[in-house]
């Protein structure tokens, strides 16, 4: 029984000790388990880092490498844009050397021109210019001389007759006119400019209309500036009708190769119309071959016609001979039969005998 006890003892002692230790295990094992998750968290943490440190440094080097190359090309752009910079402002200096050039070249061209019969020249020139590039070479003349000696800048041939085109217009008080500041001046040279185109249309309709050298009844005056005709013909309206009265009509530069465009129509349909007339006589010319081409046609025919009846008479004729030979023959061998017969007769009567 004490025994008995003892054991029940022990076991009542043992049983706590054990729990003890087994929840000191557990708690252990916990612990244990808490600083290996720490240390391992603080390798991986470790890790990371370095890891980190290593991308920030790679970052911060491939940044460096990225700065030093824009760096680099932003220098020789730079560079680039500074030789091109340099080049510019060379090429402006040439510019300008050129600009000045132009222009000591247009103010000599300028002093060329105060010459009037200079200035005419120009005129005559671009005239003739612009019925080459208009008109065929055989449509047009310059300098044409009538029969008194007046010698005209050009003429445009027409089937009405020919045309008379005058290039040496005035300009030296339009350009006063314009360039004067004073109002007063300007006034006077308008007046100047007005008086010296209206004598310019007074010479032209004098000099140039000939109806009885086959010029048409009116003549042209060649204005070679847009501004000029412009004051004459817009701002100064009475202008037109004064030349118009005179049979001379005003021509710009514009205006005269419209004018040239309808005369090269004008040509044009002259050639149609003739081409028509042409092609109408060779029609009637045609008609006329084929009239006597009929006649002959309706004599051969009447000939082929008589051939052919006369052809028919001799075949007819031809038949009533062969007929007729046919007859004798066959008469012929009618006769020759009795003839053999009688023969025969005699030669069995002389055998009898």
Known sequence: MDSCLRRNDIKNIMQPTIIYIFGGLILAGVVVAVLLLIKIFEQNKKTLEEQKKFKDDSAISMLNQNVQGMTNTMGMRLDNAAKQFARLQNALGQV???????????????????????????????????????????????QYRFRDGTIVDAIVKSNKG?????????????RKYRRAKDKEQRLIFKREFLRDSKKHVEDISRKYIKPDENTVDFALM?????????????KEGDFIAYAEERKVLLVSPNSFYYFLR?????????????????????????????????????????HLTNAKNTMETVNTGFSMIENRVRSFELIESKTVEPKDEIKKVEEELELIE
């Open 96 to 142: 300008q050397e050129m600009g000045n050039q132009m222009g000591k070249q247009m103010k000599d061209f300028q002093d060329f021109l105060h010459s009037p019969k200079l200035r005419g020249n120009l005129g005559e020139q671009v005239l003739r210019d612009l019925l080459e590039q208009t008109l065929p070479k055989s449509s047009f003349a310059t």
């Open 162 to 174: 020919i045309i008379p085109i005058d290039s040496k217009f005035p300009i030296e008080n339009f």
């Open 222 to 234: 060649y204005i070679p500036s847009e501004p000029i005709y412009y004051e004459l013909a817009i």
């Open 262 to 302: 309808i005369i090269l129509l004008g040509l044009e349909g002259q050639k149609i119309e003739e081409r028509a007339k042409s092609i109408m006589n060779n029609i009637k010319a045609l008609k006329q071959d084929t009239i006597r081409f009929g006649g002959d046609v309706r004599v051969l025919n009447k």
